[in-house]
């Protein structure tokens, strides 16, 4: 299984930054897509922002031009830069990464972080 341990939550007011970043320990797996994704209170889990291992990325309408994801392939990290926040980017921030399993050549999806708490004042 992947593991990942997310760091770089925080409280910070409207039109500041914050950064996230994100470290997989993924023995035994290749990894091939990393992002984030945020759930608010009473909403679903929500894609913010991926990146392949080629370097392609996504990101939701919300959030284009305002953050950024960045990947160390051979760190196995991911990094996402928040700019300009606004309240209603208030949310916990999940790492997820999407990885083969080089035993059974299987693509596992369903690793996550435990989630880091981002709370955006206005």
Do not use: H
């Not at 790492?95 to 989630?115: F, I, M, P, S």
């Amino acid at each position: 299984q992947v593991q990942l341990v997310e760091s770089g939550g925080g409280l910070v007011q409207a039109g500041g930054s914050l950064r996230l970043s994100c470290a997989a320990s993924a023995r035994g797996f290749s990894i091939t897509t990393m992002g984030w994704y945020r759930q608010a209170p009473g909403k679903q889990r929500e894609l913010v922002a991926r990146i392949t291992n080629g370097g392609s990325t996504a990101y939701a309408d919300s959030v284009k031009g305002r953050f950024a994801i960045s990947s160390d392939n051979a760190k196995n990290t991911v990094t996402l830069q928040m700019n300009s926040l606004k309240p209603e980017d208030t949310a916990v921030y999940y790492c997820n990464a999407r990885a083969v399993d080089l035993r059974t050549a299987r693509l596992e999806d369903n690793n996550w972080g435990q989630g880091t708490q981002v709370t955006v004042s206005s």
